[in-house]
């Protein structure tokens, strides 16, 4: 079952394949129920690297899929695991009956704020998912790691808390860009999957994603050295992905996160300011010039600095907007 996936429908296939109380986490992104092939439209974007045969499910059918997929969530959760169920606005009512007919607790309800809406006239722009987090109801601690990105101390240039702010239920995470590479109709950023594993997951747990789609939940699990398991029903999407898994060095992420030169995170308590947020952009684009990817510059950044990976790449998103 760990880094096992199946090309089949995710409701036989966890009855299937599953025992209860197994995964630690689930993260799941399901279809919307887009009548026709309309989903590029909320997307903006070319169709030619799009890969064929996503897979809907009907607007008359969503309740009750909703539902019976659901309840396999919960019985395959562990009691002191967590779900993250993103849902657009359209369907969110009925994902939330299912959240509540099949007894799960809502932990908190994000907003998830991108920025890939296509511009209208006619209305306002739709631009953020909602985000369901839930638990099964009970007694059992639920993981949740608070300083696995920030440390508590940790202030930005304005005396605001980093971590606070990133505990907030509003999350503004940009899509990844993949210009001419192929991919599912939608797919999730690497950053959202990364901040739901790193809070509510640990190394070697088994990660769950119920609509497997471009697989993105299972390499970010492997890249930051979990386990995951999960269900894709286009045979297409599957055949192009499965292979890709073992190619993924597992842990790898990790490994650039903690890079703190034995030293970790030394000036974390200290204030930002503005003379750091300019050595660091500099050195970030002195850096960058060397040909590395974001991901390696923020590791070196927080090794130089002292500061942790994900502060390193606050600043260097926000100075960038
Ligand atoms: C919203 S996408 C998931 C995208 C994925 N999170 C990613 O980042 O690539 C939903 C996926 O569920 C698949 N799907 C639809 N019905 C399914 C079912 N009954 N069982 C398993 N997969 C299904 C679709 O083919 C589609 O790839």
Redesign the pocket.
């Given at each position: 079952m760990r880094d096992t996936y199946y090309n089949?429908?995710?409701?036989t296939?966890a009855k299937t394949y599953l025992p209860d109380a197994m995964v630690d986490l689930i993260?799941?992104?399901?279809?919307?129920a887009i009548e026709g092939d309309q989903l590029h439209k909320l997307y903006n974007r070319k169709e030619e690297y799009v890969v064929e045969?996503?897979?809907?499910?009907s607007k008359e059918k969503y309740r009750e899929?909703s539902f019976r997929?659901i309840e396999q969530a919960k019985r395959v959760l562990k009691d002191t695991g967590s779900m993250y169920i993103?849902s657009g606005w359209t369907n969110l009512l009925d994902i939330l009956l299912a959240i509540e007919q099949n007894g799960l607790e809502l932990i908190n309800h994000m907003i998830w704020k991108y920025n890939f809406g296509v511009s209208t006239k006619h209305k306002f722009v739709t631009s953020h998912y909602h985000i369901l987090y839930c638990r099964k109801k009970g007694n059992a601690e639920v993981k949740f790691n608070p300083y696995c990105r920030f440390g508590a101390e940790e202030k930005d240039s304005e005396g605001s808390s980093m971590l606070y702010c990133d505990l907030e239920d509003v999350w503004t995470i940009g899509r990844d860009f993949k210009k001419g590479r192929t991919?599912?109709?939608?797919?999730?950023p690497v950053e959202l999957?990364m901040k739901m594993m790193l809070y509510s997951s640990d190394e070697d747990d088994l990660i769950c994603?119920?609509?497997?789609?471009?697989?993105?939940?299972a390499k970010v699990a492997r890249s930051l050295g979990r386990y995951s398991t999960g269900?894709?029903?286009?045979g297409t999407?599957y055949d192009h992905q499965v292979g890709q898994i073992s190619n993924i060095q597992r842990g790898w992420m990790l490994a650039g996160m903690r890079s703190n030169g034995g030293n970790p995170h030394f000036n974390q308590r200290k204030r930002w300011t503005k003379e750091e947020t300019g050595n660091v952009m500099e050195r970030y684009h002195n850096i960058k010039c060397t040909g590395v990817s974001d991901r390696q510059a923020y590791s070196i950044l927080s090794q130089e600095f002292g500061r942790g990976y994900f502060s390193m790449m606050n600043i260097v998103k926000k100075s960038r907007r």
């Amino acid at each position: 079952m760990r880094d096992t996936y199946y090309n089949m429908d995710c409701i036989t296939g966890a009855k299937t394949y599953l025992p209860d109380a197994m995964v630690d986490l689930i993260i799941t992104d399901p279809p919307f129920a887009i009548e026709g092939d309309q989903l590029h439209k909320l997307y903006n974007r070319k169709e030619e690297y799009v890969v064929e045969g996503y897979v809907e499910v009907s607007k008359e059918k969503y309740r009750e899929f909703s539902f019976r997929w659901i309840e396999q969530a919960k019985r395959v959760l562990k009691d002191t695991g967590s779900m993250y169920i993103v849902s657009g606005w359209t369907n969110l009512l009925d994902i939330l009956l299912a959240i509540e007919q099949n007894g799960l607790e809502l932990i908190n309800h994000m907003i998830w704020k991108y920025n890939f809406g296509v511009s209208t006239k006619h209305k306002f722009v739709t631009s953020h998912y909602h985000i369901l987090y839930c638990r099964k109801k009970g007694n059992a601690e639920v993981k949740f790691n608070p300083y696995c990105r920030f440390g508590a101390e940790e202030k930005d240039s304005e005396g605001s808390s980093m971590l606070y702010c990133d505990l907030e239920d509003v999350w503004t995470i940009g899509r990844d860009f993949k210009k001419g590479r192929t991919k599912n109709r939608n797919q999730l950023p690497v950053e959202l999957l990364m901040k739901m594993m790193l809070y509510s997951s640990d190394e070697d747990d088994l990660i769950c994603d119920f609509f497997l789609g471009s697989f993105s939940t299972a390499k970010v699990a492997r890249s930051l050295g979990r386990y995951s398991t999960g269900f894709e029903i286009n045979g297409t999407a599957y055949d192009h992905q499965v292979g890709q898994i073992s190619n993924i060095q597992r842990g790898w992420m990790l490994a650039g996160m903690r890079s703190n030169g034995g030293n970790p995170h030394f000036n974390q308590r200290k204030r930002w300011t503005k003379e750091e947020t300019g050595n660091v952009m500099e050195r970030y684009h002195n850096i960058k010039c060397t040909g590395v990817s974001d991901r390696q510059a923020y590791s070196i950044l927080s090794q130089e600095f002292g500061r942790g990976y994900f502060s390193m790449m606050n600043i260097v998103k926000k100075s960038r907007r």
